[in-house]
Each structure stands twice: as structure tokens, then as C-alpha cells.
């Protein structure tokens, strides 16, 4: 299904960034719109939280699919910029889903794990179908919402959207800021000899992004309106955050004193189910190690 003309909003941001080579090289005609100007003849600047920005953009191309991956990020980027986080992920994702009724483009949203929030089982993607889960936060509230508002949309106007689900993505253009993940932070905070705290019996999965992408561009090829993606590293690669600090010390030949051990057992991220997204190929070929 080589050739389809594709939006990917946010295409300057981390995932966004890793996604568009990995759609271009499959031959597909790629446009990207974010905030930033750019000398690039397909790249848009646009604020998805103005109505009249999007809609500039679809008045001059018509998309066979969007990747919606424009967002604010992060738990604590979401406490310190709510205003930001809010306007971006639930007015943004709106101005996209009205574009949607009116062009009838098929759309990928961007969703994230932390709508799983409080729940410490398997998080298999249909378990927000059959018990009440709380999240815990600005961010994984608004994510909730937007795949609420793809559904109402599927359901009111007969939309076509997949939501994904992305679990602890880390690798190339993840750029250090105190809101990004943790292994840009001890990445950098290494390299500046900045002591950082690792908190004892904290375990995750990390996803290495252009795995992951090649994941995400699959989608396009096995379509399925309504369905929702666990994207998530392989269970035997979960370790502590421990572990990672210690790989890159050692890489980065720093003294193990920068980091600040804490013996407090944070909450233990459960296991994710990903078996639904082996159907798009979801081949890991690279752990952190």
C-alpha cells in the first residue's frame, strides 16, 4: 500500500521525528506540520489548537491518513502547564476530529499507557471496557479523553480512527528536558556530572522508538477502525531503573556516586498486554542493553 498522502502532526517531535523516515522510505508522500517554521516545501507550521490553522492546512491537501502524534507530554509537564497541556490535547485533538467528519481521512491517535492509571493488573487494551480506572494525573486524564472523543466522533459521524498506546519509547531526538523520560534525564545529568535520584524496585519496558515506529507504519497497511494498541517492549527485557542507571554510567565511564540511591519501592509499573499488535509485525530488534 505503497503512495498515500500522510500528515503527521508533530513530525518535529520525538516519536513524530522517528515516524516520518520510517513512513517516507515506504514510499509513501509525507507531510509534517508542527510549531516551528521550517524551510521544508512539505512542512507546516501550525498550532493545532487554531481551528483556522488546521483547516488551512486540509484546504490545500486532501490525506489518506493522519498520525496524530501533536501533544503535550508528560505527568509533571501536565501539573506545572496544565493551561498548555489542555488546549494542546483536548482543544488540538478536537480541531483534528472536525477536520476528520468533514474530510473523512482515516487518523492514528496517539494515546499513551498512562490511561491505565491506577489499575495494577495486566493491562490488556480492553480493561477500561470492564472496571472503573481512575488516572492519576492531567496528562492521563487528557489522554483519556481524546480516545474518548475519537469514539463519540466513530460513533456520531462514522470516523475511522486507531488509538496506540505507547509504553517507556526511548532513542534518537528524545532531547533532554526535566518533562522528558528517564533515560534522557540520566543521559544528560550523567554527561553534566549532575546527581540524579533511582529509586529501588521501580521496573519498567522500554521500547526502542524506531521498533516502535516501524510498528506504527505498519498500521496503515492492516486498517482496523476502533481498535487499540499496547506498543511495548518484550517482557523479559523489564528491569529496574537501577539496571539502566548502572548501563549508562558504566557506557559514559562516570563514577556511580552521581546517582542517589533511594531505598522507597515506588509503584510497580504491572505488565502490559501487546499481544494484539503482534498482527502488525511489531518486531523488537533492539533492548537497552
Not at 268 to 278: A, C, D
Request: aromatic fraction near 12%; proline fraction near 3%.
Amino acid at each position: 500500500m505503497a503512495g498515500k498522502k500522510i500528515l503527521v502532526t508533530g513530525g518535529r517531535g520525538f516519536i513524530g521525528s522517528n515516524l516520518v523516515p520510517e513512513l517516507q522510505k515506504r514510499g509513501h508522500q509525507v507531510w509534517i506540520c508542527d510549531l516551528m517554521h521550517s524551510s521544508e516545501d512539505k512542512c507546516i507550521r501550525c498550532d493545532i489548537t487554531k481551528y483556522r490553522q488546521v483547516e488551512k492546512i486540509f484546504e490545500k491537501q486532501n490525506f489518506d491518513y493522519v498520525y496524530h502524534a501533536a501533544a503535550e507530554y508528560g505527568r509533571w509537564n501536565g501539573e506545572d502547564y496544565y493551561e498548555n497541556l489542555w488546549l494542546t490535547n483536548a482543544i488540538g485533538t478536537k480541531n483534528l476530529i472536525r477536520m476528520q467528519e468533514r474530510k473523512k481521512f482515516r487518523m492514528i491517535l496517539f494515546s499513551s499507557a498512562e490511561v491505565y492509571g491506577d489499575y495494577d493488573g495486566v493491562m490488556k487494551e480492553d480493561i477500561m471496557d470492564k472496571l472503573p480506572i481512575k488516572q492519576m494525573n492531567d496528562y492521563a486524564m487528557s489522554k483519556w479523553v481524546n480516545e474518548m472523543q475519537v469514539l463519540n466522533s466513530s460513533a456520531m459521524y462514522g470516523t475511522e480512527t486507531v488509538r496506540v498506546r505507547p509504553v517507556n519509547a526511548y532513542g534518537p531526538h528524545e532531547h533532554y528536558t526535566p518533562y522528558r523520560g528517564v533515560i534522557p534525564n540520566f543521559i544528560y545529568k550523567a554527561l553534566m556530572n549532575m546527581p540524579y535520584t533511582v529509586y529501588l524496585g521501580h521496573k519498567r519496558i522500554f521500547d526502542y522508538v524506531e521498533d516502535t515506529c516501524r510498528t506504527f507504519a505498519n498500521i496503515i497497511d492492516n486498517f482496523i477502525p476502533g481498535e487499540v494498541y499496547n506498543v511495548a517492549g518484550k517482557k523479559e527485557w523489564e528491569c529496574e531503573i537501577k539496571h539502566i542507571s548502572e548501563l549508562i554510567l558504566d557506557y559514559l565511564d562516570k563514577d556511580a556516586s552521581l546517582n542517589e540511591i533511594y531505598p522507597r519501592i515506588l509503584r510497580y509499573v504491572p505488565s502490559l498486554g501487546r499481544g494484539k499488535v503482534i498482527q502488525y509485525g511489531h518486531l523488537l530488534n533492539i533492548n537497552f542493553e
